[in-house]
């Protein structure tokens, strides 16, 4: 899956997550993200997902989503599938993952127009206080009222224009912090249960460095779905090849929930996200440090065939060793230094 941020800016400010609020220099142009899909397809990506930064505040987003139809698999099946789609015979899914603050009734259409199949919006509360706490805006509950209102209305937009989630083309994410939002897991579940749509719960990451993680600021993922199974009771169904998600049934019929186990159940050994920065540098894993980017911008110059730059990245994936996730939770000398720096995720593309 090829992971493609088009901003490292945001329109919120949540404090797990801390954007910068400016773009690096050296933006990518359309045609360059266009050339870095071609070459991740070619070499068997059949997923791109578009995020940031804030995606919806990037420009060209529905132009690039048209720009790279030529790619897609001649026989693009139905999008209602969960598993991992890969399989090197073209791009067979585009998704977007988003705040949704700003998906008006009409983006919602324009998106859905230009081909995108799914839509993840993120949302961590189910009232204005918490909205407020975890998106970071400074006016507090009735504010976060207001941003509460927009998700919602983002959601009913994305249905009318035919995000179905049923078929799993609109999902919620929720980071739940322990003692910050924990308090809101029932609430967002019955939220999403009352709107069919999934709700995916993602563990409070130790991602970039100004976050203030801390393993005791952790839900996992086993407590989040002990919780939610006291309240409905679930069935397992597990984790699909390659996803980040373990998925559970409510056995009342209330659809799905799903974890994101990323802190407490690694999944490195099969993980095959290649995330590619709004300002082209590659990065084969969320945790990072900044130097080992590869910097693809030399390979997106004119005149330089499409296969020097898929060599690159090929050699750039065969080489990749990350484990991030895993190393964490080696046991450390308590003297010893602190390791190199992550980028920072709203950089990297969340
Ligand atoms: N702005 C878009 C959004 O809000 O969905 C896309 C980018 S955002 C970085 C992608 C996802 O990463 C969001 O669902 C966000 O909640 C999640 N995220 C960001 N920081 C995180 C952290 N420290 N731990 C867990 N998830 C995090």
Request: proline share 7%; no cysteine.
């Given at each position: 899956m090829l992971r493609l941020s088009l901003t490292a800016r945001c329109n919120l400010a949540c404090p797990y997550c801390l954007p910068d609020g400016v773009e690096p220099p050296g933006l990518l142009s359309l045609g360059q993200r266009v050339r870095v899909v071609e070459a991740a397809v070619a070499l068997g990506?059949?997923?791109l997902r578009l995020t940031g930064g804030e995606p919806l505040l990037a420009s060209g987003l529905e132009e690039l989503i048209r720009a790279v139809s030529p790619s897609r698999s001649p026989a693009v099946a139905p999008s209602g599938g969960h598993g991992s789609g890969e399989g090197g015979a073209g791009l067979r899914e585009i998704s977007l993952t988003s705040n949704g603050a700003l998906l008006t009734a009409e983006r919602a259409r324009a998106l859905r127009a230009s081909g995108l199949n799914r839509l993840t919006l993120s949302l961590d509360g189910a009232t204005g206080e918490a909205v407020a706490t975890m998106a970071g805006l400074?006016?507090?509950?009735?504010?976060?009222?207001?941003?509460?209102?927009?998700?919602?209305?983002?959601?009913?937009?994305?249905?009318?224009?035919?995000?179905?989630?049923?078929r799993g083309e609109l999902k919620l994410n929720a980071v739940i912090q322990r003692g910050r939002n924990d308090d809101q897991l029932?609430?967002?579940?019955?939220?999403?249960?009352?709107?069919?749509?999934?709700?995916?719960?993602?563990?409070?990451?130790?991602?970039?460095?100004?976050?203030?993680?801390?393993?005791?600021?952790?839900?996992?993922?086993?407590?989040?779905?002990?919780?939610?199974?006291?309240?409905?009771?679930?069935?397992?169904?597990?984790?699909?090849?390659?996803?980040?998600?373990?998925?559970?049934?409510?056995r009342d019929g209330?659809?799905?929930?799903?974890?994101?186990?990323?802190?407490s159940a690694p999944f490195c050994g099969d993980c095959d996200r290649l995330r590619v920065t709004a300002d082209g540098i590659a990065f084969t894993c969320l945790f990072a440090t900044p130097a080992s980017g590869l910097d693809l911008r030399p390979w997106l110059q004119p005149g330089v065939p499409p296969e020097e730059l898929r060599d690159a990245l090929a050699g750039l994936w065969r080489a990749r060793a990350d484990r991030w996730s895993e190393e964490r939770q080696a046991p450390r000398d308590p003297g010893a230094p602190p390791g190199p720096a992550h980028a920072e995720m709203a950089y990297l593309g969340g």
């Open positions: 990506a059949g997923r400074p006016g507090g509950g009735a504010a976060g009222e207001a941003l509460l209102a927009k998700v919602l209305a983002a959601i009913a937009h994305a249905r009318a224009a035919g995000f179905d989630p049923a029932l609430p967002l579940a019955a939220l999403a249960r009352e709107r069919g749509v999934e709700l995916r719960l993602i563990e409070f990451m130790d991602v970039g460095n100004r976050n203030g993680w801390r393993p005791e600021a952790v839900l996992s993922a086993a407590e989040m779905v002990e919780r939610l199974g006291a309240r409905w009771p679930l069935e397992p169904l597990g984790r699909d090849p390659h996803a980040t998600a373990s998925r559970w049934l409510y209330g659809g799905l929930v799903a974890v994101v186990a990323s802190v």
